[in-house]
């Protein structure tokens, strides 16, 4: 009985999501992978639901903008900024601007130099998500990736 | 000789509650421990990510552990059961991944043979079960709309007969998900997190007009119905907070008063304008579907603003920005009504705004006449009122 509930709770989280409500329609991940002369990438992945949309970094309207911050620390360091892949943009008449922007998911990178063995890299990233009838407050997500 | 037989006896009993059930009063908060004997899967993982979210669904934390070792284990504080989600990575295969509802308990976690993971010991816990039973019903339901709604003849019928017999087919059933599922849950359920997890499904619905808003005073009712150790916990906190908040912004309850400056700093409060209807718009120069109503919201205030009827805008712009809310002010030609900021945050924390554009109608009285109007419905109500 009991193996049989679990099976049907396994079918309604790849069914229907739409049950359990989110605070917000973007989930994010990380990732890191080292790479040689003690760098690393880091990457932070958002997945966006279906209508919604988040903003790129440096694509018209500022509020909108996706954001970094990493905290100071001595054993790593930042390797120039954070990248992201071609975002889409278009027209926004109402507010007579350009907008750049990611649906669906969008994975954002950063290189870093490691200093120490054992590294946590802290940070935290800010962004404002739309879909066609409202925008969500920007919110601020902490994370805390380790890397091996 | 007798003293072996005791230290047995003694083992043997101390086994015994180690796997046994849970008893009536689960512990609601404490330590989450999750092990796994690596050794166990045909590979080993590199990373685990655990992710949590709280009874209200509203996901919140997430832990990445990289994996050393072949005894894995993962420690946490709960303040109260929650819906977990184990991620395990691997070297050459794509990451498996395992959801439950979690008890402040320790779960022993396995894998199939395809490194899908899965627990293999822990204590039974009622409240999962029981919340798992609710979620199995609520499938149950929603597939049986789905089968009925399939069933619909569209031959010789006009489009629109046929959608609206599928609107009243799918609200029915959710209905009797309401009524049957979570109403159910809740009245039968007072004393544990079973009855809360019911209660939070039913406020949150329907969809689009949550209860929280519509009808907060049944869930005001039904939350104290919950046991005081039930309605002590942070997702009971969180609705009892939120409905009373909504409780206080809803149509026919007089509208909350704040002062906020204007753009040169001059003062200006709600209770201003009694006398008047006013709506109250929050906004902000980056939302674009807030900036979309202007042109609606200008036609509107040129109608009736000679009869009695003022807007106050209210931005969201942080204090940085302020110079983006001044231009979208004029490039959207609405400096003809009130612009207030709200650099300091109060009327977010007041009326609770949240996703925007929201906005309150208030008659010359000071009460909340209507919530969210737009376009057509806003006017519609302007018309109402005006014809008195």
Redesign the interface.
Known sequence: M?IS??F??????S??K???????PV????KAVKSANNEAVLFLKGTIEDGWHIYAQDGG????QTSFAFSNAKNYALIGRTTAPKSLTKY?K???AN?SYYEKSVIFQQKIKINAAQVKVKGKLEF?V????????AEEVE????I? | MKRQNFKEILLFLICFNCFGFASAQELLKGSLTLKSDLNLASQKPWKLVVKRSDLGGYSGNSDTILVKGIALKYKTELKEPCYLSVDFYWKDRKFTTYSFWAMPATYEIGFTNNLMPMITDSVISQVTVGIEHLIAQHIKYAKEAERVVGDVNYENQKIADVETKIWKIRDSFENLIDSNIYLSAVNKNPNSVIGLYALLKFAERPYGKARTINEPKKIDSLLNTLDPTIKALPSARKLFSTINLEAELKVGNAMKDIALPNAVGKIYKISDFRGKYLLVDFWASWCTPCRAEHPNLIKIFNKYSNSGFQIIGITRDQPLRKVDWLDAIKKDKIDIWLQLSDFNNTAQKVYNVEAIPVNYLVNPAGIIIGRNLRGEALEKELKKNFKK
């Open positions: 009991r509930l679990i049907i709770c396994l079918l309604i989280a069914v229907s739409a049950q359990f409500k989110i605070t917000t989930k994010w991940s990380y309207i500022k509020s909108l926004e109402v507010l007579k907008v404002t739309c879909n066609a009838t409202e925008c969500r407050p994370f805390s990736i380790p091996t």
